[in-house]
């Protein structure tokens, strides 16, 4: 392992509190759970060798250069952030003394203070779902090379929230901690229902070391809010840091899938592609995302039907239209309502 970052310095530094109850907490899980203790160790073993990062993206969106996300990534070969891309999945805020500028600077201690340069934010991915750890983040996602692992911080769900809940992974026991207490008192975990802290341990031991390709005999979760989120510090180059594109098939035969597969055969990545997401129009509830949503799908629906591509049509439709300064807040809502019409998509299409 390299050198560490400053921002990982400040994860372990501000964790020295909770170590010790975080290593308490675990040993009295697995007592009650019946779990011998060297389980643990070959499954965070597994994790070091087999894990991954997921960074989830829709790769039609439009960028501030007025490039798609795949022609964006072909183009540069590198792995954005918000503070250079102007666009998120997420809460957009790339200025400077905004919202995600002040919360970074009170995750990572200033770490970041002034510079555009900025953490890369995914999630840890051990396989538990063929649509990815995050899809709430997109459509489609990279899978990064293990060793990247080295170079994050995680912090258990979003890091927006400021959790107490953070690590490295040399640091990993509060990490650990929340996901087996989960678990235990729970009985659900990064989506998964009916999963309990042997579930977790045996599938990181025994599951993960078998690859990628294992995650599409697993049932898709409408996972929206449930991962370990991870930051990785450092440039992420499509080059060294991607070894899978896990691609959304409603993409297939068309303009940005013949990018998709540009991007993945000049820069070495195996592209694979999910089982997806669509929903017939008669199923969008009122009662999540709110009441326009069924009147939304109905006016961007095809064949009566909402996937990936026909909601990112509608986010390029809006992207590409002209409008004046007046009419710019109306549009913002607008791609709003579609960023939550792909909430709706996740939790409630087959």
Request: some cysteine.
């Amino acid at each position: 392992m390299g050198v560490k970052s400053a921002a990982q310095l400040h994860i372990e530094h501000s964790l020295a509190c909770l170590r010790e109850h975080s290593s308490s907490v675990i040993k009295n899980v697995l007592l009650m759970s019946n779990i011998p203790t060297f389980d643990v160790q070959q499954a965070m073993q597994a994790l070091h060798q087999h894990g991954r990062v997921a960074l989830h993206f829709h790769p039609d969106r439009i960028d501030s250069r007025g490039l798609s996300v795949a022609a964006g990534l072909l183009k540069d070969g590198v792995y954005k952030s918000q503070f250079e891309t102007h666009i998120s999945n997420g809460q957009l805020s790339p200025e400077l003394g905004g919202p995600r500028d002040h919360w970074e600077n009170q995750l990572f201690g200033n770490s970041y203070s002034g510079v555009k340069l900025r953490p890369k934010y995914g999630a840890l991915d051990i396989g538990l779902c063929p649509m990815g750890p995050a899809p709430r983040f997109g459509s489609c996602y990279f899978l990064t090379h293990a060793q990247v692992l080295s170079r994050c911080t995680f912090s258990y769900m979003d890091s927006y929230r400021l959790p107490k809940e953070k690590g490295t992974l040399s640091c990993f026991e509060v990490i650990l901690a929340a996901l087996l207490s989960e678990c235990f008192e729970r009985q659900y975990a990064l989506g998964v229902k009916n999963i309990k802290p042997a579930g977790i341990v045996n599938h990181l031991k025994q599951q993960l070391p078998k690859g990628v390709a294992e995650r599409f005999e697993r049932q898709p979760l409408a996972n929206l809010d449930h991962y370990i989120e991870a930051q990785i510090h450092g440039e992420v180059s499509l080059d060294n840091d991607i070894g899978y594109l896990i691609a959304d098939p409603s993409f297939k035969d068309t303009d940005i899938g013949e990018v998709m597969n540009a991007l993945c055969s000049e820069y070495d990545i195996e592209l694979l592609w999910h089982q997806g997401y669509q929903l017939n129009v008669e199923s969008v509830p009122t009662d999540f995302r709110g009441a326009t949503m069924p009147e939304l799908a109905k006016v961007i629906a095809r064949d009566n039907i909402i996937n990936a591509q026909i909601i990112g049509r509608a986010a390029q439709v809006l992207a590409e239209s002209p409008v004046s300064w007046s009419q710019r807040g109306k549009q913002a809502q607008q791609i709003q309502q579609l960023k939550l019409m792909w909430h709706v998509l996740v939790k409630f299409g087959a």
